[in-house]
């Protein structure tokens, strides 16, 4: 017999779940994605494309789709809304499975399940959204859990739902919702303490009962979903959703570090040192593949959209050779009255985005490149972005530390 609580499945706070459906376009859009880079379109295209039927800008668009156009751009295939994703990193597997929020919980209480019971000792699960992160400490690779799906495939959907009992009940979920159902019908007290009682031993006392009968729907319907499972779990089964591994040679791929980084942000799951590593490469990537506009603050005869790996060491104007060139993070169509007028007699608005060109073109004209990347920083004000560059003027790993500070502190700013 497998102990209780052989497996932990995290679970973090009462965040707002994201739907089946949600996670499923995004899956999709990935998809579109995918395919369009593979037949050639350019990135600026895609997001066009896309600006079409979702109502959001071109720019905006394009900076959402940096992981998933690096990731493409790596040679890997992506996680969609028909294609699940398997990689090795680290002491973890994880698993990127466009499900949604409930779903996804389901699904790593599940694979908890039976892989505690494969190995016979504890795994550590956490999940979100969009991925499942599996740490086994060496026990599991990426193949056992691609067994694993063809395993869970073949159940039948009675097996699925016993299978996801025991998992459930094993859970601090299942106990929360266990106290609650048992206040509302009576059998236990609202002020009693708990310091002095096993949890286990009270929800044991209560199988069989209705109480437990009802916690348990209660979690199958607002905490995980089973149908939905059920529903994935068939339509691997035929075929119309598959599993496939990737190797990664040991790094995280660009979608993978995106839940890397939202696991540590909730967790302490992943070490301080192995943490950075992925933050430098995430911040690294996400500020390279940034797109802005850059416009000629000497001749105003230039304005172009570009992004800031494509830039040379030393950005100069094509048109009048000067290097002072202001980036900007606006649409396009915003900076085109500072060309159209040549920076004279602006509105008010349009003089607020010169002095931000202007501010930038000084920055850009002594440091160069490293200036445009910093400049891509969120939130970063050019008086911070020159302190970064005063401490560390080279696109070294410490360079984007100091910008991932920056950011972080300007984002504190905006809460107090």
């Known amino acids: 017999m497998i102990p209780l609580e052989l497996y932990q499945v995290g679970w973090i706070g009462e965040e707002i779940p994201v739907p089946f459906e949600v996670a499923q376009e995004v899956g999709r859009i990935r998809d579109i994605v995918e395919e369009r880079l593979k037949q050639g379109f350019p990135p600026e295209k895609i997001a066009e494309e896309l600006s079409e039927e979702y109502p959001s800008d071109k720019e905006t668009i394009l900076r959402a789709l940096n992981e998933t156009i690096e990731h493409v751009k790596s040679g890997f295939p992506t996680p969609t809304d028909k294609r699940i994703i398997i990689e090795d990193w680290e002491d973890f597997v994880i698993i990127h499975a466009n499900f949604g929020s409930l779903t996804n919980r389901a699904l790593a209480q599940l694979i908890g399940e039976f892989l505690s019971e494969k190995i016979g000792y504890s795994v550590v699960i956490q999940h979100d959204p969009y991925r499942i992160f599996v740490q086994t400490m060496g026990a599991v690779n990426s193949d056992q859990i691609v067994a694993l799906f063809n395993e869970m495939r073949m159940m039948s959907d009675q097996s699925v739902k016993d299978a996801l009992t025991r998992a459930t009940v094993k859970t601090g979920i299942f106990k929360r919702r266990m106290i609650h159902v048992a206040r509302r019908f009576g059998a236990l007290k609202k002020w009693v303490d708990f310091s002095n009682v096993s949890l286990q031993r009270l929800i044991k006392s209560f199988e069989g009962t209705p109480i437990f009968e009802e916690a348990l729907k209660e979690v199958f319907t607002k905490d995980l979903d089973l149908e939905k499972l059920l529903y994935v779990l068939k339509k691997l089964r035929e075929g119309e959703i598959y599993v496939e591994k990737i190797e990664t040679d040991g790094m995280a791929t660009p979608i993978a570090r995106v839940g890397i980084e939202r696991v540590s942000m909730k967790t302490d799951l992943i070490p301080p040192e192995r943490m950075r ?47 002072a060139l202001g980036v900007l993070k606006v649409e396009e169509e915003k900076v085109l009255p500072l060309v159209e007028k040549k920076g004279e007699k602006l509105t008010k608005s349009e003089e607020k985005i010169k002095k931000r060109a202007l501010q930038s073109a000084r920055l850009i004209a002594k440091y160069g490149k490293p200036a445009v990347v910093a400049l891509c920083a969120r939130k970063v004000h050019p008086s911070e972005v020159e302190e970064v560059l005063q401490k560390e003027h080279r696109l070294t790993d410490r360079f984007y530390e100091l910008v991932l500070e920056a950011e972080r502190k300007a984002l504190s700013k905006r809460f107090w």
Do not use: H, Q
Not at 284 to 313: G, H, Q, S
């Open 277 to 323: 590593a992925v933050l430098i490469e995430s911040a690294k990537a996400r500020l390279l593949n940034e797109t802005c506009v850059f416009v000629c603050t000497n001749c105003w005869d230039y304005i172009e959209m570009l992004r800031a790996k494509d830039l040379p060491d030393k950005p100069e104007c094509p048109k009048c050779g000067s290097n």
